[in-house]
């Protein structure tokens, strides 16, 4: 009896921790920012259209609306950054003038530092051509349907892991040093395994497949890696685990994790 006590008292706490979650996420707040969130980083809607300059629904997170929700002050720099990057991407780039009024309009004033050193990151906002252009990886196109409407954008990391896993290939334009007769090498064969596969040689992984006779893929990122990035390791694991019983075994790391806040913080702080 006391087993099965300890267990229903584990069930009822995940329970609790679960409804909380979900009340967290349906308290206003937070379901509208992500979806707007993922509607920018994608440039595309959840019906696959494209939403062009949608400034028109970010007012209402910029904004209090009458018993509309209050969002944060990061939750408000969030949007403005991705809606300045979107911006930029239809090469429609924004004034100082227009900036200094979205960051009055949605009272970010202590915030304003963000986006401004934004141009540290080699991101040209206002389109001054003072900034070196970064070079930027041209993006997989996936299909999005079936997919959950608020996770509908994929990290770039997850592109470079495909394409080695998949294709044997990358772009030598933005990775010079991955040279044809790495491409052509014979022992590149498909599977994928993840860095929580670690531990002892033969120790049963996803799909019930085993890890250490395979080819590894070592992916280190400098700065930080954020929590969507380690998960990309994980869904071409479980994509490939099934596929063939000698797989690959990617390992991704870095120097620190990276949360939304503890960017935006490094962010205002970078030219301190």
């Known amino acids: 009896m006391p087993k099965y006590k300890r267990e229903e008292a584990n069930h009822n706490s995940f329970l609790r921790l679960a409804e909380d979650c ?16 993922q509607d920018m980083a994608t440039g595309f809607d959840s019906t696959n259209r494209p939403i062009g300059d949608n400034m028109k629904a970010c007012v209402p997170v910029f904004v209090p609306q009458n018993n509309g929700p209050l969002f944060t002050p990061y939750q408000k720099l969030r949007v403005l950054i991705l809606y300045v990057l979107n911006k930029k991407e239809l090469s429609r780039h924004l004034t100082r003038e227009t900036l200094s009024r979205l960051i009055a309009k949605a009272d970010i004033q202590k915030e304003e530092k963000a986006v401004n050193n934004l141009g540290a990151l080699g991101i040209d906002i206002f389109g001054t051509s003072e900034i070196q252009p970064r070079t930027v990886p041209r993006r997989k196109e996936r299909d999005t349907s079936g997919v959950f409407e608020t996770s509908r954008w994929t ?6 892991m495909e ?3 998949h294709d044997k290939n990358l772009d030598t334009t933005n990775y010079p040093f991955f040279h044809a007769d790495t491409q052509n090498n014979n022992e590149m064969e498909p599977g994928v395994t993840s860095l929580r596969a670690h531990g002892k040689k033969n120790q049963p992984v996803m799909g019930g497949q085993r890890t250490g006779s395979g080819p590894k893929l070592i992916i280190y990122i400098m700065g930080s890696i954020s929590y969507s990035e380690m998960r990309c390791a994980h869904q071409v694991s479980d994509g490939q685990a099934s596929m063939t019983r000698t797989g690959w075994e990617v390992i991704i790391g870095s120097d620190n994790i990276l949360t939304p806040e503890r960017y935006l913080d490094k962010l205002i702080q970078l030219n301190d």
């Open 22 to 37: 979900m009340a967290a996420y349906n308290s206003g707040t937070v379901e509208r920012a992500v979806k707007l969130e």
């Open 155 to 160: 990290p770039v990391v997850m592109d470079i």
């Open 163 to 165: 394409a080695v896993v």
